[in-house]
């Protein structure tokens, strides 16, 4: 019995001890050159919607929420969104080649028409990046209208 | 207090083997690419450059149409390496333009395809993507084999999409095993 004592409190102690590393926070305040809405117009609405349900993984600014100032779940936090923001950050859409554009535009609309994102594990506290389907149609169809608009550009 | 420290230390112990998983899934992803380095530094003729693309995505297909998720993803993990290992020295400044835009675009669909075992559909959702850039690649660079240019009419919602093929003989690899031999012959590239 005692021994279970001794580990528990060393486990406690490893975790008030992992609440001072905390990895960097996903924030910028720097002008965004190659932001999507300088490639294609993007209508208030559509943007009001990737900002609550993409916006936290697949751009430079991450909205935090409480428990992300606990450990671990920061750690948690944190390596989704370096891999979302690896898949595709809006915010850098402008870097990407142009034919690398269109697929990630074409994957926004596919993972949208499946389910995939945004993420379950997302909506789960986020509820209100749950998208209505008007919503989702809203996005696809700015996705149709801003592949057209690049693939003229480009060629 | 007590199952509340059981659940605290069981909780880090689930979050600490979910971040050891991820990263063991991306060592997985970059084979050594060693190998095929030497295919492509020996032989310089022409079309030369894009053989080790080619005969990995060949093999993606063949899987592919083979309804075979892991295969697909075992190809699609060789196909990484080759964009890794492709000798870009023989390439025009203007070539290498363009092959910069394909790679690009192209290494994160083999990455994709090597990373979804189990989810063939998503697979084949970048191989239809893979596809036209290994098209432009062989417009582009040429190729040692001759290889056809196959349509398949019905894939993602009668929207089509292409594929490249070894063979003359149509073998779908967009619907698999239950339309082998629907699509049919569109260009020959040699």
Redesign the interface.
Known sequence: MKGIKKVLLGLLVILVIIQFIQPARNKSGQAMPNDISKMVAMPAKVQGILKKACYDCHSNNTQYPWYANVQPLNWFLDDHVQSGKAELNFNEFGAYTPRRQQSKLRSIENSLKDGTMPLSSYTLIHRNAILSEAEKMQIISWVQISRDSLSKKNF | M?TL??S??F??LF??A??NG?KETQTTATPDSTATKDVVAETSEKGASTAALLSSYIKLKNALTADNDKDAAAAGNEMVAGFASFDKKSLTPEQDKAY???Y??GK??AEHIGANVGNIAHQR?HFD?LSK?MYDLVKLLGTNQSLYVDHCPMYNKNKGAIWLSEVKDIKNPYLGKAMPTCGTVQEELK
Request: overall charge negative; proline content about 0%.
């Open positions: 007590k420290i059981y605290l230390a909780s880090l979050l600490a979910c971040s991820n910069t835009d394909i690009d675009d994160e669909h959702e993507m850039d």
